[in-house]
């Protein structure tokens, strides 16, 4: 089991930063794919950004491609999404996944665990 914490929401101005933080309980983090989805209000969830397990090679989303980083410290067992020139169009609850595999996926249903969600509010 994995359990999974999300920090870092907020309420920013367009154009602002925040950097959002996701840490993973167990052994073996190193192991998992870790990935951020959004969902907004009356929208669904959507990917945002995976990163893989071993090598670290990220996946962004077109939408946020130039503006949002992703970044894993596996001896914290930590992920964090740095988010930069912030759009209103950004706002969503914002959540962390992990999957147990070997490949990064853009689809939500194969991600195993979920965090509780963190919100990004951006104002115009």
């Known amino acids: 089991q994995v359990q999974l914490v999300e920090s870092g929401g907020g309420l920013v101005q367009a154009g602002g930063s925040l950097r959002l933080s996701c840490a993973a309980s167990?052994?073996?983090?190193?192991?998992?794919?870790m990935g951020w989805f959004r969902q907004a209000p009356g929208k669904e969830r959507e990917f945002v950004a995976s990163i893989s397990s071993t090598s670290g090679i990220t996946d962004y989303a077109d939408s946020v491609k130039g503006r949002f980083t992703l970044s894993r410290d596996n001896g914290r067992n930590t992920v964090y999404l740095q988010m930069n020139s912030l759009k209103p169009q950004d706002t969503a609850v914002y959540y962390c996944?992990?999957?147990?595999?070997?490949?990064?996926?853009?689809?939500?249903?194969?991600?195993?665990?979920w965090g509780q969600g963190t919100q990004v509010t951006v104002s115009s």
């Open positions: 996944a992990s999957r147990q595999a070997l490949g990064s996926s853009r689809y939500s249903v194969n991600y195993h665990y």
């Open positions: 167990g052994r073996t983090f190193s192991a998992y794919v």
